[in-house]
């Protein structure tokens, strides 16, 4: 019984990763797509814990030329969502950020954070930006415990500057195979 509520929960993840994936897509043709990349790219940092690669490498693949462009604004809108999570948490830390932590079950994480950046704060920062992880806790955390904002806004920027422009480079060294990766299958040289 386990197995099939797993598997019907995977299912609808993947049903939602697809629709977001198809609206991106249909946001990202054009010049105004790109705002639509960025406000992606800002929710995904922000609220959505749906990694923007899965929705932005097969944009960068289906045009090349413009994936500069959009590691760009998604980086944008990256560090945007990262530095109002940051402010959020150092003004309203009390009504607004220790609710989410709360609502998310991230107490014992977020405390772990907390102590963290005592010790080595911009490390933690850019560690957990490059990694495919959310990084909501970590943005709370700096903000909540008064971080440097400029040394928080550089260790975002150049992490999520290495995923996305590596991203890039990986798309145009390797073509169409790397979204499909990023999609969950298989690419079409391996497929049978």
Do not use: C
């Amino acid at each position: 019984m386990a197995g099939k509520e797993t598997k019907q929960s995977s299912s609808k993840v993947m049903h939602f990763v697809k629709v977001w994936r198809d609206r991106l897509a249909k946001l990202a043709e054009g010049r105004k797509g790109l705002w639509g990349i960025t406000v992606a790219s800002f929710m995904e940092t922000t609220i959505v814990p749906i990694p923007i690669e899965i929705l932005i490498a097969p944009v960068m693949a289906a045009s090349r030329t413009r994936g500069f462009i959009v590691a760009t604004v998604t980086l944008a809108g990256s560090v945007a969502g990262a530095v109002a999570l940051y402010a959020l948490a150092y003004l309203l830390f009390d009504s607004f950020a220790q609710p989410l932590i709360d609502m998310a079950g991230g107490q014992a994480q977020f405390e772990q954070l907390q102590n963290q950046f005592e010790d080595g704060g911009f490390w933690v920062v850019f560690a957990i930006s490059v990694a495919p992880v959310p990084m909501q806790i970590a943005a709370l955390a700096a903000g909540a415990a008064a971080y440097p904002l400029w040394l928080f806004f550089v260790a975002i920027g150049i992490s999520r500057a290495l995923r996305y422009y590596g991203l890039w480079l990986l798309v145009l060294g390797f073509g169409a195979g790397v979204a499909r990766i990023f999609e969950g299958r298989k690419p079409k040289s391996v497929e049978k």
